[in-house]
């Protein structure tokens, strides 16, 4: 059973078009944080967040920290080619990270 | 230049022959991890370090050893390797930890295949 929750596990969209990912718990988080991964590379890290209902962006990247810090979301407006890639959610509890099982973004031109 | 490295970036290898994957950071950073990630099933924490001669067990420690005699090396030892130990790895590094979660910086990942 996966601590962290992320859907949808796969999105094929266009260049142009707004998506959103979710990262879901049962369990309360003093942060999270989302990574983007490429094919054989690490993950790197995109934006932390601490504050329940903190929202954050990254140019057309808006990540947002639910209320309870249970759960947390990545927006992306105007989709393009170049956002293509693993996108995985993570967690630290009790000095241990806790990834979610990822969502692969394919955005077509 | 801030970096993760780990060797080797490929590995095939057979059943029960030791193997000892390395992962060295340069950014004098306390914490080290060790990860496994598989298809459907995202990164599952082995190992990870807090400190010199401190380490503690992750999700999935079953069949790996590490060690941290320095602060910059944290290896993951694989005694007797077994197929279902095939995967990608990544070590990983952040600052301390201060009670709530440091940005990781990763290595490239190391792609063992267990015959």
């Known amino acids: 059973t996966q601590l962290l929750e992320q859907s949808p596990q796969f999105l094929s969209i266009q260049e142009g078009e707004n998506l959103t990912v979710y990262c879901n718990s049962s369990?309360?988080?003093?942060?999270l944080q989302w990574y983007r991964q490429e094919p054989g590379e690490g993950p790197v890290l995109l934006v932390t967040?601490?504050?329940?209902?903190e929202v954050k962006k990254l140019k057309r990247l808006t990540f947002q920290f639910g209320d309870a810090r249970k759960d947390s979301s990545l927006h992306i407006t105007a989709a393009q080619p170049g956002d293509t890639g693993l996108y995985l959610c993570a967690a630290y509890n009790f000095n241990k990270f806790y990834f979610g099982s990822g969502t692969k973004l394919n955005v077509k031109p | 230049e801030a970096q993760v490295t780990q060797n080797p970036r490929y590995l095939i290898t057979v059943t029960g022959k030791k193997l000892t994957v390395t992962c060295s950071q340069n950014?004098?950073?306390?914490?080290m991890s060790w990860y496994r990630q598989d298809p459907g099933l995202g990164l599952r924490q082995i190992y990870y370090s807090m400190n010199v001669e401190v380490t503690d067990k992750g999700d999935v420690p079953e069949g790996y050893k590490v060690s941290r005699k320095e602060k910059r090396n944290f290896p993951l030892i694989l005694e007797s390797p077994s197929p279902n130990q095939t995967s990608l790895y990544f070590c990983?590094?952040?600052?301390?930890?201060?009670?709530?979660?440091?940005?990781?910086?990763f290595g490239d990942g190391t792609r063992l295949s267990i015959l």
């Open positions: 990983a590094s952040s600052p301390r930890i201060l009670g709530e979660g440091q940005p990781q910086h």
């Open positions: 950014m004098n950073h306390e914490y």
């Open positions: 967040v601490v504050t329940g209902g």
């Open positions: 369990s309360v988080f003093s942060s």
